[in-house]
């Protein structure tokens, strides 16, 4: 496997269900983002971690809870989820560098994404 | 509030002609701008980036432009060819981690 890599890539939950979203990048970045993409909005960016430790938490509700074991390694974990939180969830990763500094500006590599929808 | 903006939800062009693709800001502080090519079912691709210090950035067919006074930039690509239908998204930062998107221009080049 090259790049970055999601499971499941569609992804059907109840309410009351708790599943979890694998994101897996080989391209030896050390950041790691969860964004949420729905219908007409921009992408919304969830979670990020820098070598493994979460540096941003845009607001988002404790039903989606993130896990990043090693620099390689990204879930999303769900539960109780409502059905306005069905959409397509991206993961994406950076590096090497997360500073601040104009220098260490990474693009940011996407993985195919993991469409949720909750009924 | 959105602080991308990509006002034209879709362009159609014809095969061989210009495609120029808008995207506005409103937060100053930005410094770090991109532009990202999404095919169905899969996640978007870095496609070409501007920083702050120039005005215009030229990679093969794809050429961005930065207007920093008026706060907006555009993506040019000449010729079009059909396989670059796709979606596109603006992208700006202003911390190297974070990068707000727009919503995205659904572009169909016409053979």
């Known amino acids: 496997e090259t790049g970055v890599t999601q499971t499941p890539r569609h992804l059907v939950m109840g309410m009351t269900n708790k599943k979890s979203l694998k994101c897996e990048q080989h391209?030896?970045?050390?950041?790691m983002y969860w964004y949420k993409q729905s219908a007409k909005k921009p992408l919304e960016l969830m979670f990020v971690y820098n070598f493994k430790e979460q540096t941003e938490n845009n607001s988002v509700p404790s039903r989606f809870s993130p896990e990043c074991p090693n620099s390689s390694h990204l879930f999303l974990h769900l539960h109780t989820l409502q059905p306005e939180d069905s959409a397509l969830y991206l993961c994406?990763?950076?590096?090497?560098?997360?500073?601040?500094?104009?220098?260490?500006?990474?693009?940011?590599?996407f993985g195919p994404g993991t469409r949720l929808t909750v009924l | 509030d959105q602080q991308v903006k990509q006002n034209s939800p879709s362009l159609s062009v014809q095969e061989g002609r210009i495609s120029i693709l808008n995207c506005d800001y409103t937060n100053s502080m930005f410094d770090y701008f991109l532009w990202y090519k999404k095919y169905p079912a899969e996640g978007p691709t870095f496609l070409i980036s501007i920083s702050s210090i120039k005005d215009k950035n030229e990679d093969g067919r794809f050429t961005v432009f930065l207007n920093k006074s008026a706060k907006h930039l555009s993506l040019h690509i000449v010729p079009s060819q059909p396989g670059d239908s796709a979606v596109y998204f603006c992208?700006?930062?202003?911390?190297?981690?974070?990068?707000?998107f727009g919503t995205g221009t659904s572009l169909t080049v016409i053979p």
């Open positions: 994406a990763s950076s590096g090497p560098s997360g500073a601040t500094s104009l220098s260490s500006y990474n693009e940011q590599f």
């Open positions: 992208a700006a930062s202003y911390t190297g981690n974070q990068f707000y």
């Open positions: 391209l030896g970045h050390n950041a």
